[in-house]
């Protein structure tokens, strides 16, 4: 490590404040009846609820989502014995990682105590505080003696990483390493080096998973580990000792199918490799440097598939793949225990998702490196938004056929969706749009077909059943990019496909001065009735496409402007945001038109408008040109909407904080806090937007056109896969809504 890297590794634990996790409280105390409800007297009703029925503490406390990652620091990664205190900034990390990656609450315990029996009492002790036990870095033999009896003395999930977490990655890979060159579990020659905690528990699993023992050598600093030997011979050891004269890792090592090293540097020479077997599997997963280096095994074996334990090279073996997700999903059924079906379905899990499509922003995050299934990507990347969503199913789901899971899930496809939140914040927002969108799916065009982000918005699009999706594009453009992404997208089956420009010449459409020819192209088959809804936006200026949009389509004939709804979901809620794209100062009377747009779109999500008139008074400025505007803003609202609950002109800080509200507005409509902001003109819009959207973290939905006479949604370049699946949704209800308006029009006629 440069002198560089080693400030910037202590930097970022000692800024902005010292290590890498805190608590947060996850009630309110702001005042006397809060107090009284979390302390005395309060907290006596949940304790005497707990105390006639334990397992209240799932519902009353936070021990259900709460783990315990332990260590003495007697085998810190590969920094050895350095004890419980310098072990800790490695616990810290683990925190974070559970957290991020499934939402789980961790306390980190150091414990100072060497004497395996002493250290299982001190942890057996700390039961009733945690719901799950995760071990880590705890040295071998006396790892395998601890993570033992805890199974047998608790009754939560107790999980030795280094042990089961390595074996499970392991394991998904080289099955999938087997698949990809054609060879049977069953059948081949496997040599190891390391025989520790990790190395003896892949063995385990393997040979659960089809291997067979007899096609196992074990080797250790010693050497071969056979069954006559006298040195070192654990019982661990014992249990794959083989029956065998070679006694040297260079004379195993002939026609080896598979190298597993969990050893130490160099360990593994080119002359070995050469001598493998056609096709060989190399895993090389020592830390921090690997037994052999990647570039020197394909220096004598060009068919060998390598997998290494750092993130600079493919195929890297990182435990964060399994950890959170295994527990997330002992701990969603109350498990007792994880047991062998539940690693079992892990391998499975893991090893099949690999095998699909991956998500453009898991490209993105790793530089555009290409992730389609084969020799340099055999399992799943640890920023793969949908490993929880297929991972803790699978292990939910084990943990109930084998008889563990005290608390089952009655609904799997529901727990699929409340997963979805740890990764995506949009989806319980979304939700009812999702389920509006699939009841009846519309014909939906997208102008920028030939976009990567577009083909996987689409392909999830597809596969949430949202809508029936055309693309415009070259055909062979779009094809060859399916194919070369690995998408499961049919041209022609599950798309329609639209070459524009042999629909301009067909539809003898005049290009000259034309600069968004497939947003043309899409505006001109709404007006057709060949496509329901349309999203563009993704390429191109967002206005260049909205004046195109309104010029063809038009506004409704009862409004006096088009507005754009922008939502952004924060941990106090969704806000939605109007006008934040179109109109720079808009009239009282588009004001008013778009706060009523904006309130039915609030409505679509399933919630309840509130409505603040945002301005820098409450009211008592009417002088002002804001406070004209808003005040007569108001009126008109009133007069169509009497019910809608709105008030203005209203300061944003009464508008979204009751006691101030009810101070300076006693009277005012709004009996609740505001969810819909409507600005003043587009300054004030995009202002608090923005500034909204960077320092309270905020997912952002949209932007969400109102008032055309056609579903159209103008993204920008910016828009992720979600935020395109998501406008998608959007639109499609959009056009089941005008279906319905225009059913009716007929019946009235």
Partial sequence: MTDETEKSALDYHRFPKPGKIEISATKPLANPRDLALAYSPGVAEPCKAIATESRMAAELTARSNLVA????????????????????????????????????????????????????????????????????????????????????????????????????????????????????ISQVKLVTTGAGAAGIACLKLLVKLGMKKDNIIAVDHVGVIYKSRRVEQTPHKRMFASNTKLRTLSDVMKGADIFLGLSGPGVLKQEMVRSMADNPIVFALANPIPEILPEEIKAVRDDAIIATGRSDYPNQVNNVLCFPFIFRGALDVVATTINDQMKIAMVHALAEMATEETPEAVAAVYGGEELKFGREYLIPKPFDPRLIVKLAPAIAQAAMDSGVATRPIEDMEAYRQHLSQYVFESVILMKPLFEKAKSDPKRLVYAEGEKTKILHSVQSVLDERLAKPILIGDPDTIENRIKHMGLRLRPGIDVEIINPKEYMEKMEIDQTGLTETNTCVATKMLQLGEADAMICGTDGHFHDHLDHVTRELGIHEELNQAAAVNVLLLKKGAFFICDTAVTVDPTAEQIADNTLLAAETVKRFGLTPKVALLSFSNGDDIDSETGKKMTAAMEIIHKQDPDLAVQGPIRADAALLSDIRRRVLPYSKL???????????????????????????????????????HPVHILTPSSTVRRIVNASAIAVVDSQIKANESRSLLEEV
Avoid: W
């Fill in 69 to 184: 990652v332990i260590t003495n620091g007697t085998a810190v990664l590969g920094l050895g014995n350095i004890g419980p205190l310098a072990a800790k900034p490695v616990m810290e990390g683990k925190a974070v990682l559970f957290k991020k990656f499934a939402g789980i609450d961790v306390f980190d315990l150091e414990i100072s105590e060497k004497d395996p029996d002493k250290l299982i009492d001190i942890i057996a002790s700390l039961e009733p505080t945690f719901g799950g036990i995760n071990l880590e870095d705890i040295k071998s033999p006396e790892c395998f003696l601890v993570e033992g009896k805890l199974r047998k003395r608790l009754k939560i999930p107790v999980f030795h990483d280094d042990q089961h977490g390595t074996a499970i990655i392991v394991a998904a890979g080289i099955i999938n390493a087997l698949k990809i060159v054609g060879k049977d």
């Fill in 671 to 709: 009996v609740e806090n505001a969810n819909l902001l409507i600005m003043p003109n587009l300054d004030a819009a995009k202002i608090a937007y923005d500034m909204v959207k960077v320092l309270g973290e905020a997912v952002s939905i949209g932007p969400i056109l109102v008032g055309l006479n």
